[in-house]
């Protein structure tokens, strides 16, 4: 166990729908760092943030959005769901005195029918 | 960009045997870390081994080791006494050092089998 928790597990919902992820990370850990894993694209990193900050961007589509609160969990929003959106989100945490290091949690598996 | 390549799609090893899986990347960088990162059939990401750029000496935990070639450019791992619960992908990253972040590129991955 990572100390990294995502919820839900499983998400299965219909295409042009909008569906919402949520992160939290390891206890002080400020950094939260998201990845998609598909069977075309492997695993691809979306987004980071730092503390509340959008830190760095990676190829994350206009339809995506995330958000880190004050209590630093993180939120990462999916609308106007496509098929080829099916995939494994994954939300990763680094320590503060080891930024470069990442943890992560189990994933959520979503599917869009 | 960096890139990261895993040559080897699929592997297997006996159990108790020594397996090594390759990895090289690309970069322009000179301050950089690499992981090598495992997940199993729970599809849970494990943090196995970390090397960072900078530093000659081979990183080691356990029965992981890494064969780290700069010049090379080449992030080898290496699993001893292999254990039917080392089956797993294994997922060479590269990330840079940055005041924006340690963002990580992935390799396709190694799919690993261990059988008795």
């Known amino acids: 166990d990572s100390g990294v928790t995502q919820t839900p597990k499983h998400l299965i919902t219909a295409t042009g729908q909008r569906v919402t992820l949520r992160c939290s990370p390891r206890s002080g850990d400020l950094s939260v760092y998201w990845y998609q894993q598909s069977l075309d694209q492997g695993l691809q990193f979306l987004i980071q943030y730092y503390n509340g900050e959008e830190r760095a961007k990676g190829n994350i589509l206009e339809r995506f959005s995330a958000q880190q609160f004050p209590d630093l969990h993180s939120e990462l929003n999916l609308s106007s769901l496509e098929l080829g959106d099916s995939a494994l989100y994954f939300c990763a945490s680094s320590p503060l005195g080891r930024t470069d290091t990442q943890y992560f949690g189990p994933g959520t598996r979503l599917t869009v029918l | 960009a960096q890139t990261v390549t895993q040559s080897q799609p699929e592997m297997s090893v006996q159990e108790a045997e020594t397996v090594t899986l390759s990895c090289t990347y690309d970069?322009?960088?000179?301050?950089?870390?690499l992981f090598w990162y495992k997940q199993p059939p729970s599809r849970q990401m494990i943090l196995v081994i970390r090397q960072e750029a900078y530093k000659q000496q081979n990183a080691t935990e356990n029965r992981f080791s890494v064969n780290f070639q700069k010049a090379a450019k080449s992030f080898s791992l290496k699993i001893s006494d292999s254990q039917l619960g080392d089956t797993a992908m294994y997922f060479c990253?590269?990330?840079?050092?940055?005041?924006?972040?340690?963002?990580?590129?992935f390799g396709k991955g190694t799919s690993l089998l261990v059988t008795p």
């Open positions: 970069t322009s960088e000179s301050n950089y870390y």
């Open positions: 990253a590269f990330s840079k050092a940055s005041n924006s972040g340690y963002a990580l590129n």
